[in-house]
């Protein structure tokens, strides 16, 4: 068979690259520069430049500009709820669990610190797909929490179910501010900040039993 009439291979991207492996690297790219640049602040032209390839292959990939964030913001939610499913499995409880997830968190983001911002992205539109998205990653999100929060509070003896609800409010706005914090002040390491945390903990709360708990 001739170069001419040979048929194309399926998923075939740009200058031999496998079509999903080109998506990855532009989704990569877009995560990167929407968070460190906001979603009004990036453009496709932005995107094509830093993945290395051209708008049109973008918009031919995710349709538009609001479909490329998509993407994004699908990868990006989905790496943290990852990484807290895989805390939640650990078996650690009460405040070991707490110190658990923020570890893994720091570790996760410090060569990524833009995942998060892409999922906290102030600039972004309030609606449409990637909110919906959002939405449910941000319900299994609470799930996690206030299973966390419940055995922490059921171990100092309380089972007030609107007392576990409060918690868990304020335990989602703790765990969120210290990483925001973190983020905003990048000059420690992740075992640093965990490290910070425990001793805000313990002024706040008083001594922890964090026995079991891998932070190393």
């Known amino acids: ?21 080109r998506e990855a690297q532009i989704i990569e790219a877009g995560c ?4 460190e640049r906001g979603y ?18 973008i918009y031919n990939y995710f349709g538009s500009k609001d479909g490329l964030h998509v993407a994004c913001v699908q990868h990006a939610s989905a790496a943290l709820v990852s990484e807290i499913e895989r805390t939640a499995a650990s078996g650690a409880v009460g405040f070991a669990r707490a110190a658990l997830t923020l570890d893994g968190m720091f570790r996760l983001l410090e060569p990524r610190p833009w995942l998060w911002r892409v999922v906290f992205d102030a600039t972004a539109p309030r609606g449409g797909e990637a909110q919906v998205w959002l939405a449910e990653h941000e319900r299994r999100i609470v799930d996690f929490g206030r299973e966390g929060v419940a055995e922490m509070m059921h171990l100092s003896g309380n089972h007030d179910d609107l007392d576990i609800d409060a918690m868990r409010a304020a335990w989602e706005s703790i765990f969120r501010s210290l990483v925001t914090w973190w983020l905003d002040h990048p000059g420690d390491s992740p075992e640093e900040m965990t490290q910070r945390c425990l001793r805000i903990f313990t002024t706040v709360f008083g001594e922890l039993d964090l026995s079991g708990t891998p932070l190393s």
Do not use: Q, Y
């Open 1 to 21: 068979m001739s170069s001419a009439t040979r048929t194309p291979r399926p998923n075939a991207g740009t200058k031999g690259v496998a079509r999903p492996e």
């Open 32 to 35: 990167r520069l929407f968070g």
């Open 40 to 57: 009004i602040g990036t453009s496709v032209a932005d995107v094509a430049e830093a993945a290395g390839i051209s708008k049109p292959l």
